[in-house]
């Protein structure tokens, strides 16, 4: 079983940074992928950050520049680092780890369905 647990939410000024990190455990093969969704209120939830078993990463276009996501294998967290945040950064963050699925003999870790397990979340609120 795959263990997912959030941290580090909170409320910050417009600009301001926070740092989100996710704490996991559970059979590697089952955390090939990692990543960071967010749902705000009346909204399907999205993709903001995800990482793979090979490093590679990719970003929301919104967040791109001001999002960095980083995993670290010995510790077995994933954070995010998030600066110059905006109000419509304000959402349900959501850490999630999942095998992924292949096609063409590579790793997709680019949409929800590669994700398995999914924490409770941690609130994000950015205000004047």
């Known amino acids: 079983q795959v263990r997912v647990v959030e941290s580090g939410g909170g409320s910050v000024q417009i600009g301001g940074s926070l740092r989100l990190s996710c704490a996991t455990s559970?059979?590697?093969?089952?955390?090939?992928?990692m990543g960071w969704f967010r749902q705000a209120p009346g909204k399907e939830r999205e993709g903001v950050a995800t990482t793979d078993s090979n490093g590679s990463t990719r970003y929301a276009d919104s967040v791109k520049g001001r999002f960095t996501i980083s995993k670290d294998n010995a510790k077995n967290t994933l954070d995010l680092q998030m600066n110059s945040l905006k109000p419509e950064d304000t959402a349900m963050y959501y850490c999630a780890a999942g095998a992924g699925y292949y096609s063409a003999g590579a790793l997709h870790c680019s949409s929800q369905r590669s994700f398995d397990y999914w924490g409770q979340g941690t609130q994000v609120t950015v205000s004047s």
């Open positions: 559970g059979y590697t093969g089952s955390r090939k992928c």
